[in-house]
């Protein structure tokens, strides 16, 4: 009798140890997917609004061109937000390291505009909506360990479906 | 301090013992197979396989067999590459610029506990020990203490200014001031860059143990709540 229910209790022990790690390993295949590879997000904000709306679109990020050193000037890449670490931006690259951007500083008001040299390992990102974006104009170049990935194809809404490389923008 | 991620070849320890628990000669041949491609002894693979299929019998079920090892081989590397993503990883830690507290003896190279849960919320402490990728290369890692966070005044001892912290960076020095790249030439950096917080040392045994925090190295950073005497 005893021997009986201990047989079960193990069989049992068992079975709900392989259950989880089965989940355990799905869930580490869904990491490494989202980290690795691509992931969806819903962008919000006006900062890229020709580009982007302002709210509820869904687009794919992809991750490989950003560990392969891949992203260039015109492509619309995911980054954590140097003032805040918690949030995540989307902007448009407009140069890489050691090119010469040449920026309008207070579009709204005046026509005066600055030269720089992006330093090296930093790119300069800028909203498209120059008008009402918190960018690169303000804080300068931003490191490019901040890039988290690029992004590629644009899912909802369903009239837009597509890639996303061919909108990239002349840059300044 | 350039860093090497150290969990691949954990897993791969780890596997090799577990394969040995039900060795069978299939298993173990299969295993050393695995050792000479990650040692890229190629000459001693070739040689290697070409005895085995000399071997009668052998070619059956060897398929179905690679798949299944490659199967594991792959689970495995998946929970390790999730685990040292979201919670815990081991690095080495490379260079001079944080001895004492690593690498005091300059031959030989600590390995260091690094955790990830501080970068749910990114809330730091002065004193902490983090890594984070470098400014200008991406590709570098480096381990530094924070001495400096938003809002922080900082003053150097080659620059006569001080400086304040901006909002979302932090001020990183090592701790062998004479041999370290930090701060005091790359200015604060973002807190996005950083990739974990070291805790432990794990190897050499002799030095197993916590990292200390150490805050009472500039006291200039008390200076926070009066900047009005700069």
């Known amino acids: ?172 | 301090m350039p860093y090497v991620n150290f969990n691949f070849l954990l897993g791969v320890i780890a596997f090799t013992i577990e394969e040995c628990q039900c060795i069978s000669d299939r298993h173990f041949l299969f295993v050393w197979c695995l050792l000479l491609i990650i040692l890229h002894d190629i000459d001693g693979l070739k040689e290697f396989m070409k005895f085995v299929y000399s071997q009668q019998d052998f070619a059956m079920g060897t398929r179905s067999l690679l798949w299944d090892i490659t199967k594991k081989y792959f689970t495995v590397g998946l929970i390790g590459l999730t685990v040292s993503d979201r919670y815990a990883s081991i690095v080495s830690v490379r260079g001079s610029s944080m001895s004492p507290a690593f690498n005091p003896r300059s031959d030989t190279n600590d390995y260091v506990l690094v955790e990830k849960f501080c970068l749910d919320k990114y809330r730091f402490s002065h004193g902490d020990v983090v890594v984070f990728s470098s400014p200008s290369n991406h590709k570098e890692k480096h381990i530094k203490r924070i001495i400096g966070l938003p809002g922080d005044w900082i003053g150097t001892p080659n620059m006569d200014d001080v400086l304040k912290v901006p909002e979302g960076h932090f001020w990183v020095e090592g701790d062998n001031s004479v041999s370290s790249l930090d701060s005091r030439s790359f200015g604060p950096i973002p807190l996005g860059l950083i990739r974990g917080r070291v805790t432990h040392v794990v190897w050499p045994p002799q030095r197993m143990g916590r990292v200390e925090r150490e805050t009472n190295q500039r006291p200039l950073s008390s200076l926070q709540d009066r900047p009005e005497f700069y």
């Open chain 1, 1 to 172: 009798m005893v021997v009986g229910s201990l047989k079960l209790w193990t069989n049992l022990v068992v079975e709900g140890f392989q259950k989880s790690l089965s989940i355990a390993k799905f869930l580490c295949l869904l990491h490494a997917t989202n980290a690795y590879i691509c992931t969806p997000i819903t962008p919000y904000g006006p900062s890229m609004l020709p580009t982007l709306n302002l709210t509820g679109d869904l687009v794919l990020v992809e991750r490989v061109s950003t560990w392969l050193g891949k992203v260039d000037r015109g492509d619309m890449v995911l980054l954590r937000s140097t003032e805040d670490p918690r949030k995540v931006v989307i902007k448009r690259i407009m140069a890489m390291e050691g090119d010469t951007v040449t920026y309008l500083v207070d579009p709204k008001n005046s026509d005066a505009s600055k030269t720089c040299v992006v330093p090296r390992g930093n790119i300069w990102i800028q909203g498209d909506n120059i008008y009402n974006s918190r960018d690169s104009r303000t804080f300068g170049a931003v490191p490019y360990g901040l890039v988290e990935g690029k992004l590629f194809w644009r899912i909802w809404p369903l009239k837009s479906f597509g890639s996303l490389h061919g909108e990239a923008k002349e840059d300044s």
